[in-house]
């Protein structure tokens, strides 16, 4: 699908409600589904949890915590047939580069809070 349409803020395949949107969900669980092809929905969605609450207080902090994540594995727990488990959910595929998606997108206009501006890039 061409750049243009997955980022459209009107088209018929959006996947930002709104400039506040800034992972674009879509296309992530579709990269998460195709490089753990045996990932059920909940797994999925507990992963993604994860990734957009990042908890430190410090930009610098949920950047490195965000590269960490990106680079190496979100782990996931959960409860199957009343027993505690656990999975590694990976985000890119090292092995085989083609499986990933690789976007070059302009900054998001600055979100203006009452301290300070930031700027969201992808």
């Known amino acids: 699908m061409p750049l243009d349409l997955r980022l459209h803020r009107r088209g018929a395949h959006q996947e930002r409600n709104s ?3 800034v992972l674009l969900i879509g296309s992530l669980k579709n990269a998460i589904r195709r490089i753990n092809y045996t990932i059920d929905e909940s797994e ?4 993604i ?6 908890d430190f207080p410090d ?3 949920n950047n490195e915590k965000f590269r960490r994540i990106l680079t ?3 782990k996931i ?3 199957k047939d009343g027993e505690g488990r656990g999975r590694i959910v990976w985000l890119m595929d090292f092995e085989h580069p083609e499986n990933n998606d690789f976007l070059a997108l302009n900054c998001l206009p600055p979100i203006e809070t009452r301290w ?3 700027y969201w890039f992808l």
Do not use: G, T
């Not at 949890?49 to 990042?54: D, G, P, R, W, Y």
């Open 49 to 54: 949890k994860q990734l957009k609450h990042l």
């Open 72 to 74: 190496e594995v979100i």
């Open 77 to 79: 727990s959960y409860y």
């Open 59 to 61: 930009l610098v902090e």
């Open 44 to 47: 999925m969605d507990d992963a």
């Open 19 to 21: 400039l506040a949107d």
């Open 116 to 118: 300070r501006s930031y």
